[in-house]
């Protein structure tokens, strides 16, 4: 069963993240354990690690975490000094996460700018492996996650063969695995809003890279229709691909704990000027998908008519502008 949380702000203290993922409804969370948009951390202290422990024992339901890894980082620049500096902080990351016993750090796998596609997987795979080596020893229990991407700009991992190529020249390591974010494979022209779309999708990823890569999921629904390559976040129901793509995955039994991790706006003002806290009703949302799963114990047809149904005018939309994955032909997209 999947294990539903969302991205918790470590203000204050990584270990304070626990109590704000327990207020939310939380059953696993993502986090960051150093600013995004900054190259620079505070070293850890062992105060920090063990006030950590802590709370990961007091909030034991919540669980496995995950980190995302710095935006910053760029591993397909064909800027040496950018490539070595990326490197350098995202080892820095993974040996962060280790120092607090976190199993999954989720990275960007970067743009290849002025170079092309070949070369940019190529100097992402090229520091896999130096990162898998110069990590054994530190950070053995922790599982570096390449996220699939929306292809926005020059990005790399919209297409399954590129986590294929990075998944194979990277390693090959168990220490490899795929973060799955919703919004980025349906912006990168995969469709899966429908349980035979789903199918489809899995199946592919399957041939090409290989479920068991799979390791943690990011759910969040997209502002832009499929395969536009644009990287937005919306919230769940709230954008192109609809809620009932995310019945799809949590009543997939192949994802027995899996964290699937919302990264949406945390608030909104109803229609009297009030605060609402988001995350705790998309999470109610997400678990009911799945008690009533539980309880019917039946095919996700049955499912598509209890739940809401995708509005079939974004099918009509979108459904054929994106090749079928049988055209691709070229190496990369
Ligand atoms: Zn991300
Ligand atoms: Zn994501």
């Not at 327990?22 to 150093?34: I, N, Q, R």
């Not at 950070?139 to 990075?166: K, P, R, V």
């Not at 079939?312 to 939309?317: D, G, K, P």
Request: with cysteine.
């Amino acid at each position: 069963m999947m294990r539903i949380g969302a991205h918790m702000s470590a203000a204050g203290g990584l270990f304070k993240a626990f109590k704000r993922a327990d207020e939310a409804g939380c059953e696993s969370m993502l986090v960051f354990t150093k600013s995004n948009r900054q190259w620079k951390a505070k070293p850890i202290t062992d105060k920090d690690v063990e006030k950590y422990r802590q709370e990961a024992e007091k909030y034991s339901h919540i669980q496995p975490v995950a980190v995302h890894a710095s935006y910053l980082i760029n591993l397909a620049s064909p800027d040496d000094a950018l490539w070595e500096k990326s490197y350098l902080a995202l080892r820095d990351e993974v040996e962060r996460a280790a120092a607090f016993d976190i199993p999954y750090i989720t990275f960007h796998p970067g743009s290849f700018m002025k170079s092309d596609v070949e070369s940019g997987l190529e100097r992402i795979a090229r520091g896999l492996q130096r990162l898998v080596g110069e990590t054994a020893v530190t950070a053995s229990n922790t599982t570096i996650c390449i996220e699939t991407m929306a292809g926005q700009g020059t990005n790399l991992g919209a297409a399954f063969d590129h986590l294929a190529y990075l998944l194979e020249h990277g390693g090959p390591s168990e220490r490899l695995g795929v973060c799955f974010d919703t919004c980025h494979v349906f912006a990168g022209g995969y469709d899966f809003r429908t349980p035979a779309g789903y199918a489809d999708t899995m199946a592919e990823f399957d041939r090409v890279v290989g479920l068991d890569n799979i390791k943690c999921f990011h759910f969040n629904d997209s502002k832009f229709g499929l395969g536009e390559r644009k990287d937005r976040h919306a919230h769940i129901g709230q954008g192109e691909i609809g809620r009932e793509a995310f019945a799809n995955f949590l009543n997939d039994p192949r994802w027995a704990n899996h964290p699937a991790h919302l990264e949406t706006p945390k608030k909104e003002e109803d229609a009297d000027g009030n605060e609402l806290e988001l995350d705790p009703i998309t999470i109610n949302t997400l678990t009911a998908f799945r008690k009533s799963t539980q309880s019917l114990s039946t095919s996700i047809s049955l499912h598509t008519s209890i739940w809401h149904p995708m509005p079939l005018i974004v099918s009509a939309l979108y459904c054929c502008q994106f090749p079928t994955f049988g055209a691709r032909k070229a190496k990369f997209h």
